[in-house]
């Protein structure tokens, strides 16, 4: 993975939605509030990194493999978000958030959140 692999989501170029982790967008007015959406996922452990995570804890260093596996975890979130976003009729989420939960020993919970929006330019 080269390093913008590791950053946000896909733009709303692609997607027809605009995510943002401010209330507000510079230059546009929100139109409609339509509420709270979000992507949710849990991922299991897997066995080989947690393995080799414990192996780096011993020596030191970044955990690549949980790494990875957490960049894909807040992508798939993201994207479930955005679906949710779409299929409700908006064209923004504000205030994005994530939320990360241990859940138990099965894995790990990723919840993307945010308020779904329709935004319109202020300049209309």
């Known amino acids: 993975m ?8 896909p733009g709303a170029e692609q997607t027809g939605v605009l995510v943002v982790t401010t209330n507000d967008v510079p230059g546009y007015r ?6 709270e959406v979000f992507g949710l996922t849990v991922r299991s452990r897997n066995l080989g990194s947690q393995i080799g995570a414990g192996l780096k804890s011993v020596i030191g260093g970044e955990l690549k493999g949980l790494t990875k596996t957490l960049v894909e975890t807040r992508n798939q979130a ?9 299929s409700r009729g908006a064209n923004a989420v504000l205030m994005m958030r994530f939320d990360v939960t241990d859940a138990g ?3 790990t919970e990723v919840c993307a959140y945010g308020t779904a929006v329709v935004l319109a330019s202020a300049a209309t």
Do not use: P, T
């Not at 929100?30 to 509420?35: A, D």
């Open 105 to 107: 020993s099965v894995g």
């Open 30 to 35: 929100v139109e409609q509030v339509i509420g």
């Open 78 to 86: 993201m994207e479930r978000l955005i679906d949710q976003a779409k």
């Open 2 to 9: 080269g390093i913008e692999d590791y950053g946000g989501g």
